[in-house]
């Protein structure tokens, strides 16, 4: 009786492992399978022959991305965009953040504001008058166009807020107590604290400023400042090849290069794939702290 | 009261957040006014024909208004579901497993499709699932003949919640993690004692546990009703998948940049807001009075 | 200021001295004069169309490239190459690249976003629909006189050999609001191209009707022509994602691995406007010739003839590469791709062209393409709209001279010019001195620009005997680049020498309502058109589309194109 219940739960447990393991297989095999395709030789990966091992492996794509100086121009507006992206997402969101956790008696018209934020979230006048404002405010081309384009992301504000109005009440009685104004209980009590949402957020940035592309089309003159996923999109989108001219279509038989495309998407997942393990504590902490309110 | 005096802070704090905001995303909200003009880019925006509601009437008048609506809502509800009740179920399945360091290994894994972007996935969702790909050539084996995936407009909304599942349940999980952290565990003591077995143990007092937290979940993503994802099915669309695939935000974008309807797509993108906006109302409303919780 | 009283003092002494001057004497005097801009003084004499700026302008404009393209020596740009250099050398016209975006949706966009925030730059090349938007706005320069007095010849004959037809597509009450590009006809006219190889190795001919074209295409696709032992080949290549099944009457040439011949075997001519019995314009997309050819398709596609993948493929031209595909539709230039690749990879691939399948009557019916698709404009109050005529002639006359090993794609708003019998006449050309019945220099006019130099390297790559075109006779790799273009015009335009029926469309622009509702009417018909042809909607539903399509805004949009042609 005992022994049968034991082999159960070893049953149970065992089947429990191979599901999970099958499934954290099928979240890596996209990636698996690019990197498989960008090792392959290139009509074997036109021809739709390679699966999870490349055909004819060779390090042809990377040999030519490493020699292509547009390639790494991007990747480093990337970097910067990232670089300069997180720090003032982080600055402005948890300045803004602070005063937006007080309750309304302390501070009145903290709802109004709050109200504003999801406004802007829903509301929006359109891709056009967002572009002529942008321009007009002489961000056009420049690296803050790309960090600031994107206007405030709420979303994080909500975060950091519903992280500080998780943290113990007793914290600002006693910080009053030693005369502390609202900087010093923002920088010396409230931050700290709040490491894990904070990098969370500094997470969600970079992920957000490192995958988005549409702006780096939009809000840029060309590919000499095309971010790395710009640069990508207009490698792997769709071409029209309509009303184009023999010249133009001659080229286009570069495009068709799915090896070396695959190569350029693995190499640009790379930084993502090395920073998020590590910030994985924070974020799992951050995330149910200003999400969940217990 | 003493707080008072910090009021003026409070606006310095805010001052650098809300000078962003205004520029980037309520100053171009003059831009609304073209839903009510024929908008002429040489006239601008303040002199082109005022045209009432005429967008609006057009707009309701259009077939693909029905459609566009009715594919959204299909595609975002379906999103919503499966994205409570996969991750609910992973969640579960993860609590149960014993060895940690596995349980670490796979939770980093399972988060990695969620930091990838759609541009990049879609290309290799088109990839995997083309007619000489992977997996017509894993249903071959099994005897079934090749699927033109992309062009069964009946299945494209299924591969859409599909994708969209499999590359946010991982993420999905986190919250539902933290929350099974909360349960207290003389409740699964108590439970063993009885002689329940696992799968008991989890229906009557892993599940009720997180009660809450899936209530507040599903009322959260309201909101959402009327997002089915653009990054997702503009990069995997085309023509035959229309009917069921197109949504208002491609549709607002194809119209509105490429074939130059100002006015209409505005409107319609005007019409999404205004309902997201109560959707938000209400379910800013739903979670105070029945979880006692304030969304922001 | 200065600038512009610089060019009206040029205008003026041209008009006296009727020559290049280098004097700057007369410039305070006459800027004194300087009124709206030196074009308009009513002077009509013609001025120099190369005449050289004696002081350095700027022209500002939005450019289309290849994200893909290395050929740019180092330290060029797409700003900076040998053609803006050469430019500026020779007009003094410093060109600057306001933006650049890949060529087809992107480069769109960004020419939509700029006209709708009405922030352009000093010229842009455009399509129609844009063309339209942009004078509705009032955004453009009226290029009527700069146009009558600085043209070259060359140019003005280009024009007029369409007939009045490219005039007509720039032309706005009376006013000519851009230069059009002036295509070869040749690029509207889609031809079959078939693996001749593979039809001698099954013994089969090239299929003259419907008939022959299915019992070839099953052959293809069952008999395993490629001899790989499997079952991998495609009878006929479809269009791929984002491309069209057949080219319309706004988008009307070089409509890729479209399916435009198999339509015109049925009469049938979808997207373009046609005239009924009584005289009235109709549409073709919802005559019933287009629902037979659909049927046909559509059954074509049961029968696994056509690509299972059509209209959903990322690439089209990749089974062409890969040597997997018999038969594709497609213009007279496929020598510059996909077939380079293709016999690169397979050099016994021999590609043919053919005007094929004929009508029930034998004839080969071809709708014909718009001469110009493409529109060079100005933005209005730019100082010197006339340098961009200059720029045009310049390209004109020294295309033939420009070291090609750097795409003419980075010539600043560069659009293609040219006779509209261009390919034919050269292809007969070439033939004549291959055989010996005329010699080079017979051939005289400039216009034809290429031809000196097509006739003096066709030898380089096709070899003897001339009169067959099978491709063991050609030797591309002595010279990819003049293989390409030989072989276009041998192989590709030679069969357009013969007589065959062409249908024009009554319109090839829009109308007031297609402005508003034609996005959707498309949407419908490429919705529908495709479902029937996949089998994922019975063809009755062809019925429901015509009456939808009628009442969702065609009827009147018909009315309006009644109207316009009258």
Known sequence: MIRDASLRTRLFDWTLVIVLLLIAFLCLLPIWYTLAVSLSEKSAASAGQVWLWPVGFNFNSYEQIMNDGRFFHSFWISIQRVAIGAAITILVTTLMAYPLSRNARDFRLRNVFMWILVFTLL???????????????????????????????VFNVILIVNYFRNLPKELDEAALVDGAGPWKMLFSIYVPLAVPVLATVTLFTIVYHWNEFFHGLVLTSGQDNYPLQTFIQQLVVVVDASNMTEDQYKRLNELSNQTLNAAKIFIAMIPVLLVYPFLQRFFIHGITLGSVKE | MRNRSFTKH???????????????????????????????????????????????????????????????????????VANLIVPLAFAIMLNELRFTSMKRWIQTLVYLPHFLSWVILSGILLDIFSYTGPVNNLLSVFGVDPILFFARADLFPYIVVGSDVWKEFGFNTIIYLAALTGINPSLYEAASIDGASRLRRIWHVTLPGLRTTIVLLAVLSLGNVLNAGFDQIFNLYNPMLYSTGDIIDTWVYREGLLNMQYGLATAVGLLKSV?????????????????NYRIF | MIKK??????????????????????????ASQSTESGSQTGVKEAKDPFGKYPETITLTY??????????????????????????????NIDTKVTWQAASGTNYDQKVNLAISSSDLPDALVVKDTQLREMVKAGQLADLTEVF??????AMKNFMEKTGGKSAESVTFDGKMYAIPSIQVQSDGVHEMWIRKDWLDKLGLEPPKTMEDLEKVAKAFVEQDPDGNGKNDTIGISGQQ?????????????????GLDPIFGAYKSYPGYWLKDESGNPVYGSILPETKEALGKLRDFYAQGLIDKEIGIRKSAYEPVVSGKAGIFFAPWWMGYG???????????????????????????????????????????????PEAVVKMLNLLVRDESKFDISVPVGYYPLRVPMSYTDESEYSSKAIKDVLSGAKKPEDFTDPGYKLLAADIQNVTKVKKEPYDNMDISNWDPQADMGTWSRIYSLLVGSSPLEQDYNKVYSLLYSQTKTMESRWSNLKKLEDETFLKIIMGAAPLDDFDKFVSDWKKQGGDKITEEVKEAIQ
């Not at chain 3, 994200?67 to 020779?90: A, C, F, K, M, V």
């Not at chain 3, 009558?148 to 010849?153: H, I, K, L, R, T």
């Not at chain 3, 994602?241 to 691995?257: D, Q, R, V």
Request: aromatic letters at 14%; proline letters at 6%; glycine letters at 8%.
């Open chain 1, 123 to 153: 509301f929006n006048g359109g891709l056009i008058p967002w572009y002529m404002t942008v321009k007009a405010l002489g961000l056009y081309n420049t690296i803050w166009g790309l960090v600031l384009g994107g206007g405030v992301p």
């Open chain 2, 10 to 80: 409070y606006y310095f704090m805010l001052l650098p957040g809300f000078v962003w905001l205004v520029l980037i995303s309520i100053v171009p909200m003059f831009g609304i006014v073209i839903a009510f003009e024929d908008y002429n880019p040489g006239q601008g925006f303040f002199r082109s024909e005022w045209i009432g509601l005429e967008n609006f009437e057009y707009m309701f008048d259009l077939n693909d208004t029905v459609q566009i609506f009715r594919n959204t809502v299909f595609i975002a509800v379906m999103k919503i």
């Open chain 2, 275 to 291: 309902v997201s906006f109560i959707l938000i109302v209400v379910s800013y409303v739903l979670a105070s009075k029945f979880a």
């Open chain 3, 5 to 30: 009283s610089v060019s009206l003092s040029m205008a003026l002494m041209l008009v006296v001295l009727s020559a290049c001057s280098q004097s700057k004497g007369d410039t305070n005097a006459s």
């Open chain 3, 62 to 91: 939005g450019k289309s490239v290849d994200p893909t393209d290395n050929s740019l020596p180092g330290g060029d740009t797409p700003e900076h190459n040998q053609y803006s250099r050469y430019i500026l050398d020779n007009l």
């Open chain 3, 148 to 153: 009558e007095q600085y043209a070259s010849p």
């Open chain 3, 241 to 257: 994602n984002g491309s069209k099944l057949y080219a319309n009457f706004l988008e009307s040439t070089n409509n890729t691995f």
């Open chain 3, 338 to 384: 996909p077939l380079p690749d293709a016999i690169k990879n397979d050099p016994k691939a021999n590609w043919q062209a053919y005007l094929l399948p004929l009508d029930a009557n034998g004839q080969f019916n071809a709708h014909m393409g718009a001469p110009s698709t493409l529109f060079v404009v100005v933005r209005k109050g730019y100082e010197h």
